[in-house]
């Protein structure tokens, strides 16, 4: 039965859901959207779901947190828009999320009893990966296809970021170049949190074959630690023309299909692993995973190539 934490933690998060949209500030509504991401994290928890709670804890309160902030930064100094959503609009749009709301609440409610789950025939075989973690053995044994499209449609999200950038900028320096006081507040806090969120990121990442954790939510760890570095000043994103950082980009699909083929040509299956050597397959992959999506949601995150590779 849900107890008193429950339930207080159900009314912050509607309090704060409220209070990030009535914001009339960017900076306010940024603040409340990050710390509904922590409490959402802190839910998942309480259902007993950590691997999710670290992913939404890294993205919805860590990596969006910081976009969000950079945008508020760059419309601080934009005049405000005269354009306001009147009353009709407002009631419209309550609606609409009501119906949608009462619509998600209508089909949970209807689940068959028990509702329909394929956790037993997964727990069952999940000891041929040779991993403790059952969640990373679901993602990359069961939903291995899954897995590493996701990878490629990460990788397709940052062709499409560059490709708004104008020709002359094309294969430059994402993003504005940041210039935080050095002895300020920001350039503090990437010093000291900087060493530390790398540290955990590689240490979320490698307990991921056997506790919760994975190269999704370590990367994403690293990505904010680098975006935090880049924001304060002490480091600038590199040219997107650079080999290396292709290469990076390319690491985490090229493995898994390289391993995926391998299975094939050895008679079993594509993406089939050799139980004798699916654990370190399984590692290899992640380890170009974890370096993929840092280095992709970082770029992402820095937005569209502004700047030639000099400034």
Known sequence: MPGILDFGLAALMLGMAGWTIVARKNLAAVMGFVVYGLLLALVWLRLGAPDVALTEAAIGGGLSGVLLLSAAERLRDTAPTAHRIGGAGRLAAAALSAAIAAGIATAFVSLPEPAP??????????????????????????????TMLEKVVLLLALVGVWSLARDQCWGGRPGPRHRADPRGPLAFLARVLVPIGIVVGLYVFWTGADEPGGAFQGGTLLAAMWLLTMMAGLADAPPTRRRRLRLALVAGPAVFLLVGLGGLLLGDAFLAYPVAFAKPLILAIEIAMTLTIAVTLGLVMAGVPERDEAE
């Open 117 to 146: 789950t394929l956790a037993p025939a997964a727990q069952a075989n999940g000891g041929a990966t040779g991993l403790g973690n059952p969640v990373t053995s679901v993602l990359m044994a069961f939903r291995a296809m899954d």
